[in-house]
């Protein structure tokens, strides 16, 4: 193990309390993004998970690479920091800047990773959108001529091919998403920050960390994440959050209700909740009889707030 556990400290990184948001952050739970400024216990990264995201990270530069050979498409920056093009408290740094010879436009570049594809994406994850567009509203700001953006799923597993598909910006919406977040940290920490820059409500010599999570912890964090209901063939059960199953506060320093409960059944045409679910009544009918406004890519089209292009 000896080379192994040199690469294995090369890959080691210290978990920091952070001062800022990420666009990472955007569509992920909000409890975890506000816990993060302070210094909650947590599980540790594997080794296995560290070699994971590196690879993930090299397989990106090296389809990268293979982009730039083309005759239509040239790279102009890799891994680029937009911070000065991002609201104060916000960080972000795209994977790729591409320049397309044929329609004269620039662009952002965001490669995703999965385990597998076999479900066929037919749209992008609605967190993955609102990441690129705050790529494409950061450009915007920073006097970048583009006005679409990319987002590429490739299958780890190469049992699949990848998907594209083209996002158009909208600065609202972004702005929106992360108003929600910037909000939740308002509650919980208050003036104990100023912008992207700690500063104490007391005095220099206090430890800001301490203060920060004194004051975090007499305030309430944003509520764990609902459960989600699950359909299998006639059955409803109702899931834990899949963010939670990832969740590396889980059980830690949040408790979410990680149970699996059946809740309803179909039997005789008719839908059947047990007494202690029928606070679900209505997102069970929601999932059995789907209004249009409720259906998420016939929502999206017709208000035309996404105008996805997918390109096979």
């Given at each position: 193990?000896?080379?192994?556990?040199?690469?294995?400290?090369?890959?080691?990184?210290?978990?920091r309390?952070?001062?800022?948001f990420?666009?990472?952050?955007?569509?992920?739970?909000p409890?975890?993004?506000?816990?993060?400024f302070g210094?909650?216990?947590?599980k540790?990264?594997?080794?296995a998970?560290?070699i994971?995201?590196y690879k993930?990270e090299?397989?990106?530069?090296?389809?990268a690479?293979?982009l730039?050979?083309s005759?239509?498409?040239?790279?102009?920056r890799?891994?680029?920091?937009i911070?000065d093009?991002?609201?104060?408290?916000w960080h972000?740094r795209?994977d790729?800047?591409?320049?397309?010879?044929e329609?004269?436009?620039?662009?952002?570049?965001?490669?995703?990773g999965?385990?597998s594809?076999?479900?066929?994406l037919?749209?992008?994850?609605?967190?993955?959108?609102?990441?690129l567009?705050?790529?494409?509203?950061?450009?915007?700001?920073?006097?970048f001529?583009?006005?679409?953006?990319y987002?590429i799923?490739?299958?780890?597993?190469?049992s699949?091919?990848?998907?594209e598909?083209v996002?158009?910006p909208?600065?609202?919406s972004?702005?929106?998403?992360?108003?929600?977040?910037?909000d939740?940290?308002e509650?919980?920490?208050?003036?104990?920050?100023?912008?992207?820059?700690i500063?104490?409500?007391l005095d220099?010599?206090?430890?800001?960390?301490k203060?920060?999570?004194?004051?975090?912890?007499e305030?309430n964090?944003?509520?764990?994440?609902?459960?989600?209901?699950?359909?299998?063939?006639?059955e409803?059960?109702?899931n834990p959050?899949w963010?939670?199953?990832?969740?590396?506060?889980?059980?830690?320093s949040?408790k979410?209700?990680?149970?699996?409960?059946?809740?309803?059944?179909?039997?005789d045409?008719?839908?059947?909740?047990?007494?202690?679910?029928?606070e679900?009544?209505?997102?069970?009918?929601?999932i059995?009889?789907?209004k249009?406004d409720?259906?998420?890519?016939?929502?999206?089209?017709?208000?035309?707030k996404w105008?996805?292009?997918?390109k096979?």
């Amino acid at each position: 193990m000896q080379i192994l556990n040199e690469i294995y400290k090369q890959l080691e990184k210290e978990y920091r309390s952070k001062t800022h948001f990420y666009v990472t952050d955007l569509g992920t739970c909000p409890r975890k993004v506000i816990m993060n400024f302070g210094s909650y216990k947590k599980k540790p990264q594997t080794n296995a998970e560290k070699i994971m995201f590196y690879k993930a990270e090299n397989d990106h530069r090296a389809m990268a690479r293979l982009l730039n050979k083309s005759d239509r498409f040239f790279i102009i920056r890799e891994e680029f920091s937009i911070n000065d093009g991002l609201p104060e408290m916000w960080h972000g740094r795209l994977d790729n800047l591409i320049y397309d010879k044929e329609d004269k436009s620039i662009s952002p570049l965001d490669w995703k990773g999965t385990r597998s594809l076999k479900y066929q994406l037919e749209l992008p994850k609605q967190s993955h959108v609102s990441q690129l567009r705050s790529y494409l509203m950061a450009l915007i700001n920073m006097q970048f001529p583009t006005d679409k953006g990319y987002i590429i799923y490739t299958d780890r597993t190469g049992s699949y091919e990848g998907i594209e598909f083209v996002i158009e910006p909208d600065n609202d919406s972004v702005l929106a998403e992360m108003k929600i977040y910037e909000d939740w940290f308002e509650n919980c920490i208050g003036e104990t920050i100023l912008s992207n820059k700690i500063r104490t409500t007391l005095d220099n010599r206090l430890d800001t960390l301490k203060l920060r999570e004194e004051i975090m912890a007499e305030n309430n964090l944003p509520p764990i994440l609902d459960r989600s209901i699950k359909q299998i063939k006639n059955e409803f059960y109702l899931n834990p959050s899949w963010q939670c199953d990832y969740c590396y506060y889980q059980n830690l320093s949040c408790k979410p209700n990680m149970s699996k409960n059946k809740i309803a059944e179909i039997k005789d045409d008719k839908l059947k909740i047990r007494k202690e679910y029928l606070e679900y009544e209505g997102r069970l009918n929601e999932i059995i009889n789907p209004k249009d406004d409720k259906d998420f890519y016939n929502f999206c089209k017709r208000e035309s707030k996404w105008k996805l292009k997918k390109k096979k």
